[in-house]
């Protein structure tokens, strides 16, 4: 199940083309602008905070600069440290006069506010700074954090279907449907070390077969979990008669 979990958080980074990393834009004489949120993976209604960190790399003393930082729709700015004026979904703020190798910081706090409801939504933020000697950095928009309400999802649905028998073997259509994919699952058929276990990237069918040792009565257990823990069991009486 962990495979599976790296798989699907690799394959959220890259539909949201973004990493988990800091915004950093750099331009002449502007110093380096940091943008940076404390999380990255954020349910609904949850909070993220933002430091945004300016900071003098150059050799000479850096003059105030104007900072606009600015969230979609999706994100509601509630508070700063210090505390700012906040005008709808966007905060402002001068930067002191920055000596080489110093740096001037600001924490924005914001609530996901959304009604999207599916792993790896990018929700966008956007930081400039200018001077009045028309010197401009931007963190151009960034994914602030990557949506996750997996209430939202039905429960997993699965049937175990016999397809064919031949005296001591027997097929069957394992049927996923529902959950959040991929899946995980592990067949015993009632016989020691014998199981079949494997994955299933999306909803679907999966065909197993087994043969039995001998004839009698088992008791076939077959287990589904899908990449939020959940499970479904479904057990099974079965009779070999050669």
Known sequence: ???????????????????????ECTENQTGKLFVTPNRFFCPNKSKVTFTILYKNNTNTDLE??????????????????????????????TTPELSPGTSYSVKIKLKV???ETKLGFAMLTECTISHGNGNKATAKKQAAVLLWTPSKYPLIEAQLKETARERTRIDYD????????????????????EQNSGGLLFEGKIELSHTFSKKGEYNIVCRITDSLGRQKVIRKRIYIIP
């Open 113 to 115: 506010n959304t009604t």
């Open 174 to 193: 394992l049927i996923i449907e529902g959950g959040y994919p991929p899946y995980e699952y592990n067949v015993y058929w009632d016989e020691p070390g």
């Open 64 to 93: 105030k600069g104007y900072v606009t930082f600015k969230v979609c729709k999706d994100l509601e700015i509630i508070s700063t440290e210090p505390s700012l004026t906040i005008l709808g979904d966007v905060v402002s703020f």
């Open 1 to 23: 199940m962990k495979k599976f979990l790296l798989v699907i958080l690799a394959i959220t980074i890259v539909f949201a083309q973004i990493g988990a990393k800091t915004a």
